[in-house]
């Protein structure tokens, strides 16, 4: 199999655009040194979760949840940030937050792809081939049970 037939495209369009733009504020690097403000990001995981999982309709949610997850893919200075400065309530709720956007994907990809917005061919392989490396990586945490980002439908 050649190496191009095996890379994954999300197609983005203007609303999935303005919620990546969000999202990466959200878990982009920010303060002296470009350090990651570990608050923002483990302690506020679950209500950004729950924010983009309560839009008005599948392709809100789907956009939300992608642009989520992607930026916390493309920032994950987050992780080691978690493990060596986090302690008890901030880990729990990293963990929890972790659980909480499994379980929102879980729900949502049962979803048909129409309902979504999204289309079978480049969008659906992507974001499951995104999901699945995020598992990967979010899998060697300390404070990440195995399984615990269980996403697939």
Do not use: H
């Not at 709720?93 to 048909?112: D, F, Y």
Request: aromatic share 8%; hydrophobic share 45%.
């Amino acid at each position: 199999e050649s190496e191009i037939s095996r890379l994954r495209f999300i197609l983005i369009n203007k609303k999935r655009k303005i919620e990546m733009d969000k999202a990466m504020s959200f878990a982009s690097p920010s303060g002296v040194g470009g350090a990651v403000d570990v608050g923002k990001v483990l302690l506020g995981l679950s209500g950004e979760v729950r924010k983009a999982a309560k839009r008005k309709n599948g392709p809100d949610r789907f956009n939300a949840l992608f642009a989520l997850t992607y930026a916390l893919a493309q920032y994950p200075a987050w992780i080691p940030e978690a493990e060596q400065n986090g302690e008890g309530r901030v880990l729990e709720r990293a963990a929890r937050g972790i659980e909480v956007l499994a379980t929102a994907w879980k729900t949502l990809l049962q979803e048909r792809d129409a309902a979504l917005g999204i289309d079978a061919e480049f969008t659906r392989p992507g974001i499951e081939a995104l999901l699945g490396n995020f598992e990967r990586m979010v899998a060697g945490m300390d404070i990440v049970d195995k399984g615990s980002f269980d996403w697939r439908p």
